[in-house]
Protein backbone atom coordinates (compact mmCIF):
# COMPACT_ATOMS: atom_id res chain seq x y z
CA UNK A 1 0.00 0.00 0.00
CA UNK A 2 2.88 2.60 1.20
CA UNK A 3 4.37 1.73 -2.05
CA UNK A 4 1.94 2.16 -4.16
CA UNK A 5 1.09 5.53 -2.93
CA UNK A 6 4.50 6.74 -3.19
CA UNK A 7 4.30 5.31 -7.23
CA UNK A 8 1.54 7.96 -7.53
CA UNK A 9 2.62 10.98 -5.56
CA UNK A 10 5.99 10.89 -7.77
CA UNK A 11 6.32 14.95 -9.34
CA UNK A 12 7.47 15.43 -12.45
CA UNK A 13 11.34 15.36 -13.23
CA UNK A 14 13.38 18.35 -14.20
CA UNK A 15 14.09 16.99 -17.54
CA UNK A 16 10.31 16.43 -18.16
CA UNK A 17 9.63 19.92 -16.81
CA UNK A 18 11.90 21.54 -19.16
CA UNK A 19 10.05 19.24 -22.29
CA UNK A 20 7.13 20.90 -21.32
CA UNK A 21 8.41 24.60 -20.96
CA UNK A 22 10.46 24.32 -24.29
CA UNK A 23 6.76 22.86 -25.75
CA UNK A 24 5.22 25.96 -24.71
CA UNK A 25 7.82 28.31 -25.75
CA UNK A 26 7.31 26.99 -29.47
CA UNK A 27 3.79 27.33 -29.16
CA UNK A 28 3.96 30.95 -28.36
CA UNK A 29 6.51 31.60 -30.90
CA UNK A 30 4.22 30.24 -33.71
CA UNK A 31 0.89 31.75 -32.80
CA UNK A 32 1.80 35.20 -31.37
CA UNK A 33 2.50 36.64 -35.01
CA UNK A 34 -0.46 34.74 -35.50
CA UNK A 35 -2.19 36.19 -33.14
CA UNK A 36 -0.73 39.78 -33.98
CA UNK A 37 -2.16 39.47 -37.55
CA UNK A 38 -5.51 38.56 -36.79
CA UNK A 39 -5.80 41.34 -34.22
CA UNK A 40 -4.17 43.75 -37.42
CA UNK A 41 -6.54 42.02 -39.69
CA UNK A 42 -9.35 43.47 -37.15
CA UNK A 43 -8.08 46.67 -37.00
CA UNK A 44 -7.77 46.88 -40.61
CA UNK A 45 -11.21 45.66 -41.16
CA UNK A 46 -12.49 48.97 -38.67
CA UNK A 47 -10.52 51.26 -40.41
CA UNK A 48 -12.19 50.61 -43.82
CA UNK A 49 -15.22 50.65 -42.41
CA UNK A 50 -14.51 54.67 -41.23
CA UNK A 51 -13.40 55.23 -44.75
CA UNK A 52 -16.36 53.75 -46.23
CA UNK A 53 -18.46 55.99 -43.67
CA UNK A 54 -16.27 59.48 -44.58
CA UNK A 55 -17.23 58.50 -48.09
CA UNK A 56 -20.93 58.80 -47.31
CA UNK A 57 -20.55 61.64 -45.88
CA UNK A 58 -18.98 62.95 -48.29
CA UNK A 59 -21.60 61.98 -51.05
CA UNK A 60 -24.82 63.07 -48.77
CA UNK A 61 -22.54 66.66 -48.80
CA UNK A 62 -22.11 67.02 -52.06
CA UNK A 63 -25.92 66.06 -52.64
CA UNK A 64 -26.82 69.08 -50.45
CA UNK A 65 -24.14 71.54 -51.66
CA UNK A 66 -25.16 71.15 -55.57
CA UNK A 67 -22.78 68.34 -56.40
CA UNK A 68 -19.90 69.83 -55.31
CA UNK A 69 -17.26 68.44 -53.37
CA UNK A 70 -15.79 70.15 -50.02
CA UNK A 71 -12.89 71.97 -49.85
CA UNK A 72 -9.75 70.98 -47.99
CA UNK A 73 -10.28 74.08 -45.67
CA UNK A 74 -12.50 76.40 -45.71
CA UNK A 75 -13.29 79.63 -43.15
CA UNK A 76 -16.21 80.12 -40.88
CA UNK A 77 -17.46 76.28 -41.07
CA UNK A 78 -16.51 75.49 -37.37
CA UNK A 79 -17.21 76.94 -33.90
CA UNK A 80 -15.03 76.51 -31.27
CA UNK A 81 -16.79 74.26 -28.42
CA UNK A 82 -15.25 76.28 -25.87
CA UNK A 83 -15.15 80.10 -26.77
CA UNK A 84 -17.62 79.81 -29.55
CA UNK A 85 -15.97 81.82 -31.62
CA UNK A 86 -16.06 80.69 -35.68
CA UNK A 87 -12.77 79.30 -37.25
CA UNK A 88 -11.37 77.77 -40.19
CA UNK A 89 -12.46 74.25 -40.65
CA UNK A 90 -11.20 71.62 -42.38
CA UNK A 91 -13.10 68.61 -44.61
CA UNK A 92 -13.98 66.75 -41.75
CA UNK A 93 -15.98 69.55 -40.18
CA UNK A 94 -17.89 70.27 -43.41
CA UNK A 95 -19.11 66.70 -43.88
CA UNK A 96 -19.68 66.19 -39.61
CA UNK A 97 -23.23 66.84 -40.34
CA UNK A 98 -23.79 64.48 -41.96
CA UNK A 99 -21.02 61.11 -40.57
CA UNK A 100 -22.10 62.46 -36.90
CA UNK A 101 -19.52 60.11 -34.92
CA UNK A 102 -16.36 62.28 -34.50
CA UNK A 103 -14.26 58.57 -33.81
CA UNK A 104 -14.89 57.41 -37.49
CA UNK A 105 -11.70 59.72 -38.04
CA UNK A 106 -9.51 57.85 -36.10
CA UNK A 107 -7.80 54.86 -36.99
CA UNK A 108 -7.52 51.86 -35.05
CA UNK A 109 -4.20 50.78 -35.93
CA UNK A 110 -2.16 54.38 -35.59
CA UNK A 111 -0.62 54.02 -32.10
CA UNK A 112 -0.21 58.24 -31.44
CA UNK A 113 -4.15 58.23 -32.11
CA UNK A 114 -6.07 61.25 -30.83
CA UNK A 115 -10.29 61.18 -31.33
CA UNK A 116 -11.00 63.79 -33.63
CA UNK A 117 -12.80 66.73 -32.49
CA UNK A 118 -15.38 68.86 -34.14
CA UNK A 119 -15.34 71.17 -31.74
CA UNK A 120 -11.60 72.23 -32.10
CA UNK A 121 -11.04 74.68 -35.08
CA UNK A 122 -8.55 73.72 -37.58
CA UNK A 123 -7.72 69.89 -36.04
CA UNK A 124 -7.81 66.80 -38.06
CA UNK A 125 -7.99 63.47 -37.71
CA UNK A 126 -6.06 59.96 -39.47
CA UNK A 127 -7.45 60.76 -43.19
CA UNK A 128 -6.56 62.76 -46.15
CA UNK A 129 -8.04 64.67 -48.54
CA UNK A 130 -6.76 64.63 -52.59
CA UNK A 131 -8.03 67.99 -52.09
CA UNK A 132 -5.18 69.21 -54.90
CA UNK A 133 -7.56 67.73 -57.09
CA UNK A 134 -10.86 67.82 -55.50
CA UNK A 135 -11.01 71.09 -53.32
CA UNK A 136 -14.72 72.46 -54.53
CA UNK A 137 -15.07 70.47 -57.90
CA UNK A 138 -18.18 69.76 -58.58
CA UNK A 139 -18.93 65.98 -59.03
CA UNK A 140 -19.86 66.31 -63.31
CA UNK A 141 -16.20 67.06 -63.49
CA UNK A 142 -14.51 63.89 -62.57
CA UNK A 143 -14.91 61.75 -65.52
CA UNK A 144 -13.92 58.31 -63.93
CA UNK A 145 -15.72 58.34 -60.21
CA UNK A 146 -14.52 54.67 -59.25
CA UNK A 147 -10.72 55.29 -60.38
CA UNK A 148 -10.54 58.19 -58.74
CA UNK A 149 -8.98 58.62 -55.12
CA UNK A 150 -10.94 60.93 -52.48
CA UNK A 151 -9.44 60.27 -48.87
CA UNK A 152 -6.85 57.42 -47.85
CA UNK A 153 -4.95 56.46 -44.45
CA UNK A 154 -3.07 59.61 -43.92
CA UNK A 155 -0.22 60.78 -41.57
CA UNK A 156 -0.61 60.19 -37.42
CA UNK A 157 -2.84 63.16 -35.62
CA UNK A 158 -1.32 64.95 -33.34
CA UNK A 159 0.77 68.35 -34.47
CA UNK A 160 -0.51 70.97 -36.80
CA UNK A 161 0.05 70.97 -40.24
CA UNK A 162 -1.20 69.23 -43.68
CA UNK A 163 -1.78 66.43 -42.14
CA UNK A 164 -5.56 66.85 -43.37
CA UNK A 165 -4.82 66.22 -46.71
CA UNK A 166 -2.97 63.99 -49.38
CA UNK A 167 -0.27 63.87 -52.49
CA UNK A 168 0.65 60.83 -54.43
CA UNK A 169 3.82 58.94 -53.31
CA UNK A 170 5.79 59.90 -55.89
CA UNK A 171 6.24 62.38 -58.59
CA UNK A 172 5.88 62.21 -62.47
CA UNK A 173 9.73 64.86 -62.73
CA UNK A 174 11.86 66.32 -61.08
CA UNK A 175 9.64 69.60 -60.28
CA UNK A 176 6.26 68.49 -60.10
CA UNK A 177 6.22 69.43 -56.49
CA UNK A 178 7.60 72.70 -57.09
CA UNK A 179 4.19 74.63 -58.49
CA UNK A 180 1.12 76.02 -56.34
CA UNK A 181 0.05 74.55 -53.82
CA UNK A 182 2.50 71.51 -53.23
CA UNK A 183 4.48 73.75 -52.01
CA UNK A 184 2.87 74.93 -49.37
CA UNK A 185 2.37 71.62 -48.07
CA UNK A 186 4.89 69.97 -45.61
CA UNK A 187 5.96 66.47 -47.94
CA UNK A 188 6.30 65.14 -44.71
CA UNK A 189 2.66 65.62 -43.78
CA UNK A 190 0.55 65.29 -46.48
CA UNK A 191 1.70 61.61 -47.66
CA UNK A 192 -0.41 58.04 -47.68
CA UNK A 193 0.58 56.16 -44.65
CA UNK A 194 0.68 52.62 -45.30
CA UNK A 195 -0.27 51.07 -41.49
CA UNK A 196 -1.65 47.88 -42.27
CA UNK A 197 0.97 45.77 -42.70
CA UNK A 198 2.86 47.95 -45.75
CA UNK A 199 -1.57 48.72 -47.14
CA UNK A 200 -3.41 51.68 -46.54
CA UNK A 201 -7.28 51.91 -47.30
CA UNK A 202 -8.97 54.39 -49.98
CA UNK A 203 -12.00 55.67 -50.87
CA UNK A 204 -13.13 56.22 -54.15
CA UNK A 205 -15.35 58.83 -55.12
CA UNK A 206 -18.17 56.66 -56.24
CA UNK A 207 -18.28 55.60 -52.40
CA UNK A 208 -16.25 52.41 -52.81
CA UNK A 209 -13.78 51.58 -50.74
CA UNK A 210 -10.58 49.33 -50.68
CA UNK A 211 -7.18 48.46 -49.48
CA UNK A 212 -4.36 49.34 -51.63
CA UNK A 213 -0.28 48.46 -52.04
CA UNK A 214 2.06 51.55 -53.10
CA UNK A 215 2.44 50.08 -56.44
CA UNK A 216 -1.09 49.93 -56.66
CA UNK A 217 -1.78 53.18 -56.19
CA UNK A 218 1.05 55.33 -57.59
CA UNK A 219 0.70 54.70 -61.31
CA UNK A 220 0.93 57.18 -63.39
CA UNK A 221 1.14 57.95 -67.37
CA UNK A 222 2.21 60.13 -69.96
CA UNK A 223 -1.35 60.11 -71.71
CA UNK A 224 -4.76 58.52 -70.59
CA UNK A 225 -7.48 57.78 -73.49
CA UNK A 226 -5.01 59.30 -76.07
CA UNK A 227 -4.86 62.96 -74.14
CA UNK A 228 -1.43 64.06 -73.00
CA UNK A 229 -1.37 64.92 -69.42
CA UNK A 230 -0.09 67.64 -67.47
CA UNK A 231 2.42 66.59 -64.72
CA UNK A 232 0.03 67.10 -61.98
CA UNK A 233 -2.74 65.01 -63.79
CA UNK A 234 -0.33 62.06 -64.60
CA UNK A 235 -1.34 60.09 -61.27
CA UNK A 236 -4.11 58.01 -62.69
CA UNK A 237 -5.59 57.09 -59.24
CA UNK A 238 -5.60 60.91 -58.16
CA UNK A 239 -6.51 63.41 -61.33
CA UNK A 240 -10.06 64.14 -62.64
CA UNK A 241 -9.78 63.05 -66.18
Known amino acids: MTHSHRRRSRGFTLIELLVVIAIIAILAAI ?29 MYAQDYDEQLPQGTRAGVCTNATTGVAGEGRWMHQIHPYVKNAGVHTCPSDSQRTVWDPGACGNFGDYGYNAFMLNNQPLASVVKPAET ?22 QTGPNTW ?4 WTTWAVAESRVTYRHQNQANFGFLDGHA ?14 EDGNALTAEAQYLLWNRN
Open 178 to 181: DGAP
Open 31 to 59: LFPVFAQAREAARKTQCLSNVRQIMTGIT
Open 149 to 170: IVIADGQSAGSQGNRFRLRPDV
Open 210 to 223: KVMRPSDINRTAAT
